[in-house]
């Protein structure tokens, strides 16, 4: 299933650090497209950990193509990389921790024959979180809305800060897209031009092994990456009415709050 004339289907996975994952999440995929004509991408930084020599070895097994950056560039710019050589015109993105079931990858793939993005879903129902602290439901709830209520564009899905899809390559302009940090659909949803989505249901896995790559500097990436791209798509006006309208509450708040404090104390 190497030839690359025919492949099929590009699979994009960034990696840092996720030696132990990669094997496990090799040999999933590989059984769940079993009858598909495959490659695999794997856009390493350089991980400590030797992920990239790990995919170079695994690459005399299975359909694997190594592509080894200088650094740590980050997980949006190896998905654009990633995709900037793929051989297929349908492309899925999918993180290496197995937080992402390979055995949806069937349903992905088969939902593009007839759409031009998939976006694998934790919010349609049977798709689904499995052990997140309630910090983390609220910030992916946060983040979620603040998208909603400055991007219209991606109100049509209920998923819009996935890691997990598949869309079709000529869909996207990759030399327009700018993003930071790890919410490279929102920009895809915001710039791409796809005239049929459609999205699957998945539960988002907790990580087997290895460590997270998401922490606070994620979350001021992903604020620092709303207000850049609503500037380059002439949103910025509504992240001034939403400050504008937060700041006037905050005030009725506090007003209210002393008239509140004068009241009780019969002042
Ligand atoms: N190439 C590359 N890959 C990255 C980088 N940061 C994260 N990744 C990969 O991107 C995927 C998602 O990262 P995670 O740390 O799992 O992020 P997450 O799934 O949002 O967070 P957890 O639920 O805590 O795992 C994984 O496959 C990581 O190895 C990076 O800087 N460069
Ligand atoms: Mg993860």
């Given at each position: 299933m190497n030839d690359t004339h025919a492949t099929n289907v590009s699979i994009v996975i960034p990696t840092y650090n996720e030696r132990e994952n990669l094997p496990l999440l090799i040999r999933r995929i590989s059984n769940a497209l079993k009858d598909v004509n495959y490659e695999i991408i794997v856009v390493d930084d350089n991980s400590p950990d030797g992920t990239w020599r790990l995919a170079e070895e695994l690459s005399k097994e299975f359909p694997i193509r190594v592509l080894r950056r200088e650094g740590k560039k980050g997980l949006s710019s190896a998905v654009m990389d990633g995709i900037a050589i793929a051989n297929s015109e349908k492309v899925i993105v999918m993180d290496?921790?197995?937080?992402?079931?390979?055995?949806i990858l069937p349903l992905i793939l088969k939902a593009l024959e007839n759409n031009d993005l998939v976006v694998a879903s934790?919010?349609?129902?049977?798709g689904g979180v499995e052990n997140w602290s309630a910090f983390r439901k609220l910030v992916s709830f946060g983040a979620r809305v603040l998208a909603y209520m400055i991007f219209p564009?991606?109100?049509?899905?209920?998923?819009?800060?996935?890691?997990f899809f598949g869309l079709k390559?000529?869909?996207?302009?990759l030399s327009k897209l700018n993003p930071l940090g790890f919410k490279i659909l929102l920009e895809i949803l915001v710039k791409g031009k796809f005239d049929k989505t459609v999205e699957v249901p998945y539960i988002f896995h907790g990580r087997l092994h290895g460590k997270s790559k998401m922490g606070s500097k994620e979350i001021k990436n992903y604020i620092i990456h709303v207000i850049r791209l609503s500037r380059e798509t002439g949103g910025f006006w509504r992240i001034l009415l939403l400050f504008t309208l937060g700041a006037i509450l905050l005030i009725a708040l506090v007003l209210y709050l002393i008239v509140l404090s004068g009241i009780i104390l019969g002042i």
């Open positions: 290496a921790d197995l937080q992402h079931p390979p055995e934790r919010y349609v129902p049977g564009k991606v109100r049509k899905v209920k998923d819009p800060l996935s890691g390559k000529s869909r996207i302009s």
